[in-house]
Nanobody, 125 residues
Framework: QVQVVESGGGSVQAGGSLTLSCEAS????????MKWYRQFPGKERELVAG???????DYADSVKGRFTITRLNAANTVYLQMSALKPEDTAVYYC???????????????????WGQGTQVTVSS
């Protein structure tokens, strides 16, 4: 199927920067959209930023002007550049990819939705 792997999390002081990376690989036919979510303890995952195959982007209000999402379509890779980080940005960040994959069991590409394992971002004051 398809695997999604994130990297780049870590610890940083408030006001600092981090860049997260995410790569989708496997039996990919096409990836339509790649998104970053985050999850605070005891809370549901929330959308941070997303980018579609045409380059259109979307951001949560809380990160607009501080975070930038970019995508390398040919590599099915997406980056989340985070700057001016705040302690309230501390969370586990997850990458999501949605698109179609090549299945041995189906004659046509199959719609799929895949998640990475998550990467911790900790911002200290």
């Amino acid at each position: 199927q398809v695997q999604v792997v994130e990297s780049g999390g870590g610890s940083v002081q408030a006001g600092g920067s981090l860049t997260l990376s995410c790569e989708a690989s496997g039996s990919i036919f096409t990836i339509n959209a790649m998104k970053w979510y985050r999850q605070f303890p005891g809370k549901e995952r929330e959308l941070v930023a997303g980018v579609n195959s045409g380059g259109g982007t979307d951001y949560a209000d809380s990160v607009k002007g501080r975070f930038t999402i970019t995508r390398l379509n040919a590599a099915n890779t997406v980056y989340l550049q985070m700057s001016a980080l705040k302690p309230e940005d501390t969370a586990v960040y997850y990458c999501n990819a949605r698109g179609y994959y090549n299945s041995d069991l189906k004659p046509v590409p199959v719609l799929g939705d895949w998640w990475g394992q998550g990467t911790q971002v900790t911002v200290s004051s």
